[in-house]
């Protein structure tokens, strides 16, 4: 078994076998949360969904925690993308109350907030998506 090992590193490269492993975490912990937030943000936004969505970021948040990754910048990323995860919950639980109450004003004010935390989300989507598929 060992001697397989050390051959298969020796075709594939061990590194590559490394990262595939580390991404297929990553995939598996990042797409269904995510694609199960998208789903359930469409129509209007009722405090409960955005209570709903608020417990997916913050234990999608959680959930990538735990994963270690070899490459630094890799491990910078996916630490910024939790960053911005948990200010979601945050902001998703503020827009919740503010909904609540009907504080308008307020709500718009956190709905924006939410709204630019799409570019940074995205911005590391794509990155740790590069770094993923890169050779």
């Known amino acids: ?43 209007e936004l009722t405090p409960a969904k955005l209570k709903l969505s608020a417990q997916r970021y913050a234990s999608l948040a959680e959930a990538l925690g735990p994963l270690e990754f070899e490459d630094r910048q890799m491990a910078l990323d996916v630490a910024a993308f939790r960053r911005t995860l948990s200010q979601a919950a945050e902001l998703c639980e503020e827009l919740a109350q503010a909904k609540a109450k009907n504080e308008r004003a307020q709500a718009e004010l956190v709905r924006r907030e939410l709204e630019a935390l799409r570019v940074p989300m995205k911005g590391s989507s794509y990155k740790m998506n590069a770094w993923c598929h890169s050779p």
Do not use: F, Y
């Not at 078994?1 to 297929?24: F, N």
């Open 1 to 43: 078994m060992w001697i397989c090992g050390l051959a298969l590193c020796g075709l594939v490269g061990c590194e590559r076998i490394t990262r595939a492993k580390q991404c297929s975490k990553l995939v598996e912990a990042v797409n269904p949360t995510m694609q199960a937030i998208e789903t359930q943000s469409s129509g």
